[in-house]
């Protein structure tokens, strides 16, 4: 029986390490996992009887904007709308807030089928090996150095600030 919990008490930080790991999201430890999701605004975590097959979390300041991290679902469980789910209850914690979400390129229909809309300007500072680096710019999770959409070429505007100059 599937069943979703918000609340961070009484978890197996074991399982949720595994859940993220199998996802390919984070090969962080259990320990590592309890402090990320204890420091976060919002939660869930999916179990199927006492297993937790599903986990995501989000940060926020608490009234304006908040960030989706880590949304992991065992595969056996994946096209079953308890992925849907999952981000119909953290948006509730979130309620009025602006949210912007990190997502595998392969989810970005799901996720504008929930109203996400893909943003233009978002930009990411990454702190890892410029091997995995590498990797997810091969993998499509964001353009590739000093990138201009056709549009952009040209702008003054995308020339950079007028005080600099």
């Not at 999201?25 to 919002?42: P, T, V």
Request: glycine share 8%; no cysteine.
């Amino acid at each position: 029986m599937i069943r979703y919990q918000i609340e961070k008490e009484n978890i197996d930080w074991e399982e949720v390490a595994g859940v993220l790991r199998r996802s390919g999201l984070s090969d962080h430890s259990a320990q590592q996992q309890e402090i990320a999701f204890r420091n976060s605004f919002a939660t869930v975590f999916v179990y199927d009887d006492e297993h937790i097959v599903g986990v995501a979390r989000a940060i926020s300041d608490g009234l304006f904007q908040a960030a989706i991290y880590n949304v992991a679902l065992n595969e056996e469980y994946q096209g079953s709308g308890i992925g849907r789910e999952m981000i119909r209850k953290l948006l509730e914690q979130l309620k009025g807030q602006n949210v912007i979400l990190y997502t595998h390129p392969q989810t970005v229909l799901l996720y504008e089928k929930l109203g996400f809309r893909r943003a233009k300007t978002a930009m990411e500072y990454f702190q890892m090996d410029p091997e995995k680096l590498e990797w997810m710019e091969q993998e499509g999770f964001f353009m590739k150095e000093n990138f201009r959409f056709p549009e952009e070429i040209g702008r003054k505007d995308m020339q950079g600030p007028k005080w600099k100059k």
